[in-house]
Each structure stands twice: as C-alpha cells, then as structure tokens.
C-alpha cells in the first residue's frame, strides 16, 4: 500500500514539478512585451510581434530585443517576417521611418523560409542602435520599406499595431535614459 502511494507521488511530481521550467522573467503588467534580470547587464526586453501591412496578403511581424542598463549604446534586434505570395530569400535593406527619424539597415540576414497554405513566409533579422529604436518608438506612425535590387515594398502598422507602440513608448521607452 505505501509502496502504491510512493508511485502516485513520484509520477505527481515528475508530472507538475518539470511542466513549468521557463527563465524567470517578468510581465511588467503588459501582454506586448516581457522583461528578464541577466545580472550585470541589467534588463532584456523582449517586444512581441507587431503587425504591419502592405496589402492584404503582403504582411509582416516585427519582434524586438534589446539589453538596458544605463545609457543607449547597445543594439537592438529585430527580427521580422514576411508572409507573402514571392519567395524573398534575399533583402538588400531595410528602411525603418517615423516623423521624428529614419534607420536603414543594410545587413539583413535572412534565417529560413517555410511554404505556407497561402504563400510563403520568411524569416529575417538585423540590429539597429538602441538610440535609434527609442527614437523610432517616439512616433507610432512608422513606415517600414523593404528594399530589393529589383524591388521596393512599403509597410504601415495597423491600427491594433499603432495603440501598441504609444503603450511601449510610455512603458519602456520613455524611461530609457540617453
């Protein structure tokens, strides 16, 4: 009988004690982005995917990271990807504007591409000075160009993707320090 029970606990623990093994990391009060403590760096942050549109089967979804602790001289990444009806595997550059400043990107290093039911989606990443991601996050009316030798598509977040980016201003951005 008592060997019965020690089995239901072994099992018990093994099945709840390892089902939540994840970094530790803190919400913040937002469902748009996470912190996580990595010591002396001070904080990461992690920027869910933000939605921008050219039509409505030219799409794309922006992440950012990022590390802060005192002063804006790290880099952000970002990573991005496209849902589209082309096979993109290759991006001269990436231009990324608000009212207030404008970043291209010319090493963009595409990650992997996968066939989807509607098209294709491709995975791409670059870095960009913090400075210049907290300026960008000054204005949320941004415009995204993705630049081809033979090719030029323009992006503007949606609406949902817009009320976003004015909630991370004043809950990240705004306390970033030069």
């Not at 008592?2 to 606990?9: A, D, M, N, S, T």
């Not at 904080?43 to 869910?48: A, N, W």
């Not at 970043?103 to 000075?129: C, N, W, Y």
Request: glycine share 6%; charged share 25%; aromatic share 14%.
């Amino acid at each position: 009988m008592f060997r019965r029970y020690l089995v239901i606990g072994v099992v018990l623990l093994l099945t709840f004690g390892c089902s939540g093994i994840k970094p530790t990391s803190s919400k913040a009060n937002s469902k748009f982005y996470e912190t996580f403590y990595v010591g002396d760096d001070g904080l990461q942050y992690f920027i869910k995917p933000l939605k921008f549109t050219a039509s409505k089967s030219e799409q794309i979804f922006m992440d950012f990271t990022f590390r802060y602790k005192r002063g804006v001289n790290s880099m952000a990444t970002i990573n991005f990807t496209q849902f589209s009806q082309v096979n993109l595997q290759q991006i001269d550059s990436i231009e990324l504007k608000s009212l207030s400043k404008s970043v291209l990107a010319k090493q963009v290093s595409h990650m992997f591409t996968e066939k989807e039911k509607d098209g294709v989606s491709s995975r791409f990443t670059f870095q960009i000075p913090l400075r210049d991601l907290k300026a960008l996050f000054s204005d949320a009316n941004w415009s995204v160009a993705i630049l081809g030798e033979t090719f030029e598509q323009n992006y503007t977040p949606e609406d949902k993707s817009q009320k976003i980016m004015k909630g991370l201003k004043s809950q990240i951005f705004d306390l970033i320090q030069e």
